[in-house]
């Protein structure tokens, strides 16, 4: 097939910038240095643009943990970065004393043969005496697997396919690496949610490091037990999300509930089977699966995207889980708030459903007129920057926690008591918030939900902050 002729111009620029590169390499390796360079097989011009750019770089990171890996201690972090006519270019400065060029190059044959798109993947290596470093061995064909100095004699693809054919490829890895990094991140930031929230010590009525609050079948230990058993469970969300991008907003649900039941059974067994987040564990999975699809479909974490995702998935689900509850001894306990006190008892199913109005209008909208700081958050300013978020939660969330078991008035009562507490803690007055404590510690009131929120408050924020995506 007939390949693509480059201009003489372009021929001249690539053969003198390959010339450069050869130069450079030798005076280097005069120094004392084997000298490992990176670059891309790429055929036709231009040898690069801001997709190879973003690809040689993370295959630089991948690399230079490869060489860490299977030489410790041999690489010091010299290298050398550029571009030119050529295209994209890295230098690895590897000192000759303590391992040969040889070693070296079968490191770099590993890593190529490793690698999904090592055909596309060019790493060199040049002796301390100016000899290239050869393995004999011949790279494959990127579309069809015969030898590739084959394919070329025999001009078996144009150079307009085989280029097409790896730009194609590369930018599918780009994506694939980027969502695998937001779902790593994300995966996180839902851990350290729940970690957060019970390591904010003291809470009123619930579990925190000082304290099992209201509680006598459960504590700190319990709460840090059932976390680790949660925290494979998001990255498997994550891809869920990344997978499923197509389908339906209504048909996610089922397959999100297929993981959280998973959740639970991890839960119980990591605890002796108590309680500890049954909900958390609702409205995390949701809100993980919500978050990934949203950076999936947008590029970018968008907090009023990701509400409406909740809102999406959920539509409906008040209608046909609770409104046809009927009263019986084997309805759960958020049926049975939903079916004595209506939609104030629909608890993290209207949260959800409403696409999370206690997090998205109240508890975010506060952090940010209160100027708090998650991402700078540690062990002493924790409570200064967690306490009042949860205040503030408590004081508008119709926790069914607190209405199951203690009924409208005292829920009632909790919220107006935690008003005046938060405006009096955002003045540096914390008196009344530790009468708030023994209040709910000494009645076994629980707000639970609200424990819960806090979390989701957390998470949102963390991915909203997020500067690694």
Request: one cysteine or more; glycine letters at 6%.
């Amino acid at each position: 097939m007939q390949n693509s002729i480059q201009p003489n111009s372009i021929i001249k620029a690539l053969l003198e910038a390959r010339e450069e590169r050869w130069n450079s390499k030798l005076s280097l390796a005069k120094h004392g240095w084997h000298v490992v360079s990176l670059q891309l097989n790429l055929p036709g011009y231009p040898k690069n643009d801001d997709n190879t750019e973003q690809f040689i770089k993370l295959i630089d990171k991948q690399f230079v943990r490869f060489l860490k890996a299977h030489a410790p201690g041999k690489y010091r972090e010299e290298k050398k970065c550029f571009i030119d006519k050529a295209g994209d270019c890295i230098y690895y400065l590897i000192p000759a004393k303590g391992i040969t060029s040889l070693e070296l190059k079968n490191i770099t044959e590993l890593f190529e043969e490793s690698h999904s798109l090592g055909r596309i993947i060019d790493l060199d290596v040049l002796d301390t005496k100016g000899k290239q470093i050869s393995s004999g061995k011949e790279k494959k064909c990127f579309i069809c697997d015969k030898p590739a100095h084959v394919c070329r004699k025999e001009q078996t693809h144009s150079i307009d396919q085989l280029r097409k054919e790896m730009l194609d490829a590369i930018i599918l890895f780009l994506e694939k690496e980027r969502m695998k990094n937001c779902i790593e991140r994300f995966s996180t930031w839902a851990v350290k949610a729940l970690l957060y929230e019970v390591s904010l010590s003291p809470k009123p009525g619930l579990v925190c490091r000082v304290s099992a609050g209201a509680h006598t079948d459960m504590d700190f230990i319990n709460f840090i037990n059932s976390t680790a058993a949660l925290s494979p469970f998001f990255i498997e969300l994550g891809w869920l999300a990344a997978n499923n991008f197509n389908l339906e907003m209504a048909d996610c649900l089922p397959k999100i509930r297929e993981v959280g039941l998973r959740m639970e059974e991890a839960m119980y067994e990591s605890t002796g089977k108590i309680n500890t987040h049954k909900g958390a564990v609702f409205l995390m999975a949701l809100s993980m699966f919500s978050a990934v699809h949203v950076v999936h479909k947008k590029k970018k974490f968008k907090p009023g995207i990701f509400a409406g995702t909740v809102q999406q998935i959920t539509r409906g689900i008040i209608q046909r889980e609770l409104c046809s509850v009927e009263e019986s001894s084997r309805i759960t306990h958020g049926e049975s708030c939903f079916l004595h006190f209506g939609l104030k008892g629909s608890g993290a199913r209207g949260e959800a459903e409403q696409g999370l109005p206690t997090v998205m209008h109240h508890a975010l909208p506060f952090i940010k007129e209160m100027d708090l700081s998650m991402e700078d958050m540690n062990d002493k300013n924790m409570f200064s920057i967690l306490a009042p978020v949860l205040l503030k939660i408590m004081s508008v969330n119709n926790d069914t926690n607190v209405l199951f078991r203690h009924g409208e008035e005292v829920l009632e009562e909790l919220k107006r008591k935690s008003i005046k507490v938060l405006n009096q803690v955002t003045n540096g007055d914390r008196d009344e918030y530790y009468k708030l404590v023994d209040w709910c510690n000494t009645k076994k009131i629980s707000p639970g939900g609200s424990a819960d929120l806090l979390s989701v408050t957390m998470f949102v924020q963390f991915c909203q902050t997020d500067k690694g995506l």
